[in-house]
């Protein structure tokens, strides 16, 4: 008695964002039951996205490691002319052969990660509310009680201190069997304190791009997983409750529709700050 029905669901979206990861567009979207798979969702929906927007609107698409799939890639390159970057999986063997290759000549370069600014707000200033000051007088008391308490503990572990990341770049990789097309990996080392060291390798069907260019396009998921989060923890597309799956597609849909023309006015006004 104490118990109700509640539907299960989950959605995969094909987001469109500039190179900056400042705006997000939904250009499409798949929504699922709980029981279905998204990594088999996502290549009908790219599909869907080309029959409707024309070859060469779609020039890069960026996927994790749970969209794993060498014929698609391999397909999406070939017939679409679409480049695809994910990483791999430690298991796979496409990865030990780079490891296996970085033991000869390689020619490695530091990297670091770019940071944008800020946009700079156009809004013109005003006096703060009163709960605003009362929620900021708060957050300065934490943030001092932090630094405090940061004071006084011990330094990190070595073995948790980063100290840098070297990326190689290792071109015409075809021991992914499953995969067509050749592949350009950039293998990256990050080197703790301590002396011990890990790697991992991201992948790219793009054989012109520098290990730079493909690790700062990379890069990106950061904005992409954060994007993510503000669906699932600010859209109150989970606080849902219906159980008709009518209602649940058609709320999802006109969300995303709804965010995504914002966003297209924002950028239009010259109000790219409040994206």
Request: glycine share 6%; net charge positive.
């Amino acid at each position: 008695d104490r118990c109700r029905w509640r539907r299960c669901y989950k959605a995969v979206f094909l987001l469109h964002c500039d190179e900056a990861g400042e705006r997000f567009v939904v250009v499409g979207l798949r929504v699922l039951r709980g029981n279905d798979s998204e990594a088999t969702a996502l290549w009908p929906l790219v599909d869907t996205f080309v029959e409707a927007a024309g070859r060469g609107v779609m020039k890069v698409l960026l996927v994790d490691r749970g969209f794993i799939n060498g014929p698609q890639i391999g397909r999406l390159k070939s017939e679409y002319g679409i480049d695809t970057v994910i990483p791999i999986r430690s298991d796979m063997d496409i990865l030990e052969d780079v490891q296996g290759l970085q033991q000869l000549p390689t020619a490695w370069e530091p990297y670091e990660s770019r940071h944008r600014p800020p946009l700079a707000s156009q809004r013109p200033p005003r006096p703060p509310h009163p709960t605003a000051q009362k929620r900021e007088r708060k957050r300065r008391k934490t943030l001092a009680r932090r630094r405090a308490q940061e004071q006084t503990q011990d330094p990190p572990e070595p073995s948790k201190v980063r100290e840098q990341t070297l990326i190689a770049r290792f071109p015409g990789l075809t021991s992914w069997s499953d995969c067509p097309v050749p592949l350009t990996g950039v293998l990256s080392r990050d080197i703790y304190a301590d002396g011990h060291e890990k790697s991992w390798l991201v992948v790219t069907t793009a054989t012109q791009w520098s290990a730079r260019h493909i690790r700062d396009r990379y890069g990106l998921r950061t904005d992409i997983e954060e994007r993510h989060r503000q669906v699932k923890c600010f859209w109150d597309l989970t606080r849902f409750h219906s159980t008709a799956w009518n209602l649940i597609v058609s709320q999802t849909v006109f969300v995303c529709l709804t965010y995504s023309l914002l966003q297209i006015h924002l950028v239009q006004q010259g109000h790219e700050e409040l994206n």
